[in-house]
């Protein structure tokens, strides 16, 4: 194990490379690299203007066992995140935060949080086909839901959502006072917590909502 | 029974496979978990030297086989089990033990997995169970005995559907054998090098041909969307057993319409599913069969995406004297497969 202190500030963090990613809320900010001792040193954390950039050298998979490099990265607030190769990014414990913002600009991200939140946004690329399961609570949430994504936010509790629903998956919400679906595919958003409901777009999926 | 008896003439090769996949998508290598292991066998017979080919090519192995591998995640890419045709031949025959030459395969491949939007969402190479099946290798062999000999090659393997399906990433594997190889002929009396056997004498072909297939455009949509064409080719006689020449061709894409952007929709017209391409053709000629190999560019196309590139790689067979039946991959940016071209040619002119 090997451990990398962040320095602050940043706002943002890029995951440049394919991490098993793990997100701990703690008073000190670093980074735990678990993988076997000769691969430790391939991770590569820089700062570029207000950006933390995660990445590694580690190239020929083939030569070596197909390695998974797990980060558990401590850190006192979620910053916006980027991602750019596939990745998995878990959540276990419910962060206390102002914001949880993701973008997957990939094709995969595996995604398991559990937040508690004021706004919460989620942003995937239009081939990707991950999956985004996320649970607590959030004031405000914002989806753009691309390709065949799956949104399963069941186990979240907003009170206001706006989701753009381009995906051919289906979405699932848990919206308390009001829902903007905008749906542009064959995907359907099944929600819950009968919330009052403004449908638009050009797609044939529809809102269904469930008791 | 005579010398040149076809038992006389077989050779049996079983190698044990050893590769990986080349992941050409960062997302397939994420799900990458090991290495590839299998096996291939091999039976085929010897040239024996009666036809002009078998001199031009070094009297060639051909035959059938069947290979068997992983591909690197049991649970979401499965395993790849081929049958194919090929053709093995050394490039020299030096006096020696040692022989160096390749293989070339053609045939069918079987995916025991493959994508399902719902069942198996995480592969995203294949989304067919048979695919075609490509495979050449460089090859080593050393003699070990009388009729034994001992072998290893390395090369490329490939497995995709051609576009029937998408998503149609495919796998490119590379392969590496060790192997055994029963040569029933190698220790016999050799062909006679310096009997002379007549090739094809004809210089020149003016061709035409009808063809047609089937393309997917996207993962996202369901549509299977028919391509028609015609072409006229007309080739010369390069060597004994090679042609070269052009070929211009002109087919209709049903699905040009769904695959222009989104802002040119409203101006669409039929001429924007209507595309010309012209390609070099070079001709490897085994008897009735050939190996064709096209490189060339759009005249016309009406997608951006295609690029400016278009190839195409098949197999003919002469069925009559005017008639051959042909199926080739086309592709774009090199490739990118576009779909499976099944066409015949008429001969219009011999000279």
């Known amino acids: ?211 | 029974m005579s010398q040149d008896s076809a038992w006389r003439k077989i050779v049996l090769e079983v190698k044990p496979v050893w590769g990986f996949i080349a992941p050409h998508h960062d997302y397939m290598g994420y799900f990458l978990e090991k290495n590839v292991i299998g096996f291939q066998l091999d039976a085929g017979f010897k040239t024996d030297g009666s036809r002009c080919w078998h001199h031009h090519y070094n009297f060639p192995v051909t035959g059938v086989g069947i290979y068997h591998s992983s591909l690197g995640n049991d649970k979401i890419y499965g395993t790849l089990t081929g049958m194919y045709f090929y053709i093995n031949r050394d490039f020299t025959r030096p006096p020696g033990p040692v022989h160096f030459g390749n293989a070339i395969a053609f045939g069918l491949g079987y995916a025991s997995k493959w994508h399902h939007p719902q069942n198996n969402p995480l592969n995203q190479v294949l989304a067919t169970p048979i695919n075609v099946f490509l495979q050449y290798h460089l090859q080593l062999s050393v003699k070990l005995g009388s009729h034994a000999f001992a072998s290893c090659s390395a090369g490329l393997t490939h497995t995709s559907n051609g576009n029937f399906r998408e998503p149609n990433k495919g796998f490119n594997i590379v392969t590496t054998t060790l192997g055994i190889q029963y040569d029933a002929f190698r220790n016999k009396r050799f062909p006679d090098r310096r009997k002379i056997i007549p090739c094809d004498s004809v210089s020149g072909i003016l061709s035409l041909g009808v063809f047609s297939g089937t393309k997917a455009i996207s993962r996202f949509n369901n549509s299977v969307y028919p391509v028609w064409g015609i072409s006229a080719e007309q080739l010369f006689r390069l060597g004994a057993v090679t042609m070269l020449g052009t070929e211009l061709v002109v087919y209709r894409d049903w699905s040009a319409f769904d695959q222009v952007p989104p802002e040119t929709l409203n101006s669409k017209k039929e001429s924007d599913a209507w595309f010309a391409v012209l390609s070099a053709s070079l001709l490897l000629q085994m008897g009735r069969l050939a190996f064709a190999f096209q490189p060339g560019i759009y005249l016309k196309n009406s997608v951006p995406g295609n690029g400016v590139i278009s190839d195409k790689i098949g197999l003919r067979y002469q069925l009559t004297g005017h008639w051959m039946a042909s199926v080739s991959i086309k592709a774009h940016w090199l490739a990118k497969a576009d779909f499976v071209e099944w066409a015949v040619r008429y001969t219009l002119k011999k000279w």
């Open chain 1, 1 to 211: 194990m090997h451990t990398i202190p962040i320095k602050s500030p940043y706002h943002k963090i890029s995951v440049n490379y394919s991490f098993d990613i793990t997100f701990i809320q703690d008073t000190v900010s670093f980074v735990r690299v678990i993988c076997a001792e000769e691969f430790q040193n391939s991770l590569r954390v820089q700062y570029i203007g207000d950006a933390l950039i995660l990445d590694s050298n580690l190239k020929a998979l083939w030569l070596k066992g197909y390695p998974r490099i797990r980060l558990e990265i401590h850190l006192q607030e979620l910053p916006y995140t980027e991602i750019f190769r596939p990745c998995s990014i878990v959540i276990p414990e419910t962060f206390r935060t102002h914001m949880f913002y993701l973008v997957d600009w990939g094709h995969y991200t595996n995604l398991r949080a559990n937040v508690q939140v004021d706004f919460l946004r989620i942003d995937s690329a239009g081939d990707s086909f991950g999956t985004y399961q996320v649970g607590g609570s959030a004031d405000n949430a914002e989806l753009y839901c691309r390709g065949s994504a799956i949104y399963d936010l069941s186990q979240l509790v907003t009170d206001t959502c706006r989701a753009y629903h381009w995906s051919v998956s289906d979405m699932h919400l848990q919206v308390k006072h009001f829902l903007d679906a905008n749906l542009f595919s064959s995907g359907n958003i099944l929600v819950s917590g009968n919330p009052f409901v403004s449908v638009n777009g050009t797609g044939t999926g529809r809102v269904i909502k469930l008791p």
